[in-house]
């Protein structure tokens, strides 16, 4: 059973441009959680997500951040025109059900050059 | 005041000692908790699940005290490789996971 799967690893994107990350739950966990940690802060709550439902969103920013879990595929985290203050590491983590603990990916690191 | 507040440290101990580290949360709906672990620059990883009687891993110890909504966690025979920053984690009602900003921890030889 593979773990949380994210990609890509690493990603550069000039400001204005879009950066797409994935995440891909582990098998048969149909919560997955968004956070960023900008470097040395802690873990910030993006959203919540389960199966085609946004739950929380209230960590995401109001302009250009937009997140879904479809049906099928992997969850998306969408950053429009992206800015230099979007330079971080995004986590994603899901988790069976509610109230128990929740596994991550590797991150995605996003470089806005 | 923040979902969940941690003293941010960084906790400084040598090998072999005991550190404690407290956790706070303000919802006092709130019905699981957990302690992770992050190492520089990686994703975090369970440590272990915080149960209301209080639970014991080995040299880790976690413990919740709902009245005053805080949770702890202590290490005994600090190992260098416990080196790392500890982040308590609390599920808020909607079920999402809300993680404190994490206590640094450095032990030393």
């Known amino acids: 059973n593979a773990g949380v799967m994210q990609n890509p690893r690493h990603l550069v994107r000039r400001r204005g441009q879009e950066a797409r990350l994935r995440c891909s739950p582990m098998?048969?966990?149909?919560?997955v959680y968004w956070y960023r940690q900008l470097p040395e802060e802690g873990l910030k709550f993006m959203v919540y997500?389960?199966?085609?439902?946004?739950?929380?969103e209230s960590g995401m920013p109001k302009e250009r951040f937009s997140a879904e879990f479809p049906k099928e595929g992997p969850s998306i985290l969408r950053i429009q025109q992206v800015v230099r203050g979007d330079s971080a590491a995004y986590f994603c983590?899901?988790?069976?059900?509610?109230?128990?603990?929740?596994?991550f990916g590797q991150g995605t690191r996003l470089t806005v050059v | 005041r923040k979902e969940v507040e941690q003293d941010p440290g960084p906790f400084n101990v040598p090998e072999g000692a005991t550190v404690a580290f407290n956790c706070t949360y303000s919802?006092?709906?709130?019905?699981?908790f957990f302690w992770y672990r992050q190492d520089c620059r990686k994703e975090p990883k369970l440590l272990m699940s915080?149960?209301?009687s209080g639970n014991e891993d080995g040299r880790f110890t976690a413990q919740l005290n709902r009245a005053s909504q805080y949770i702890s966690l202590l290490i005994r025979d600090s190992k260098l490789s416990d080196s790392a920053t500890y982040l308590c984690?609390?599920?808020?009602?909607?079920?999402?996971?809300?993680f404190g900003a994490g206590t640094r921890l450095t032990v030393k030889p």
């Open positions: 983590a899901s988790s069976p059900s509610r109230e128990t603990e929740a596994f």
């Open positions: 098998k048969g966990h149909s919560h």
């Open positions: 997500l389960q199966k085609e439902n946004i739950i929380d």
């Open positions: 919802n006092s709906a709130s019905q699981s």
């Open positions: 915080v149960y209301s």
């Open positions: 984690v609390v599920n808020t009602p909607n079920n999402d996971m809300r």
